[in-house]
């Protein structure tokens, strides 16, 4: 028998996304955004409160990266959610991390995650106290050692973080337990 929980976001998993951006003076500024999904094949939308530092500089560059956080970096990651570049101006730089400029956008790149998508800003819809972000994914890099064979990321070398929102927990990916646009076809095959 099922209970009511009221109005809660009941969506699980939701990912840990690293929303790296350059303010006016080059100071790289990472934030930790779950509410973030791709809206289509070269698309991605975010949805980011208006009084963060992240939305501030990507309202003025018109560029950002996206990085998947990973296991070994969980530390790092829930720090960018609970910092501000707005309150602390060395956020990065207390996080120990390394950024290189995107050689496609003017956005930096954090080195130790895994998968980033390199992004320009396509447009912003300003919702209530939130801002609607939607990105133009310019190109992809990932490590070498999260790709399999034919060079597609692995999920089970990624050791991606993905966040609960029922308990506020992180967890990692388990194992794989079926494979999309394949495993429904056991039902069409009944048929
Ligand atoms: C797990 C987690 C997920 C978060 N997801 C979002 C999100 O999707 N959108 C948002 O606006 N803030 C989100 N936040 C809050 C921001 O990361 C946080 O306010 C951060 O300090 C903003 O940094 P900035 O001001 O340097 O950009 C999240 C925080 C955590 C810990």
Known sequence: MKKDLGVIPAVFPMPVLMIATYDEEGQVNVMNAAWGMI???????????TDHKTTANIRKLKAFTVSIADRDHVTEADYFGIVSGNDVKDKFERAHLHAVKSTCCNAPVI?????VMECELAAEIEVENMYAIVGNILNVQAEESVLNEKEKVDPQKLNALIFDQFQAGYYTVGEKVGQAWSSGR???EEE
């Open 39 to 49: 809206s289509d094949y070269t698309q991605i939308a975010l949805f980011l409160g």
């Open 186 to 188: 056991a039902l069409i």
């Open 111 to 115: 080195e130790e995650f895994p998968v």
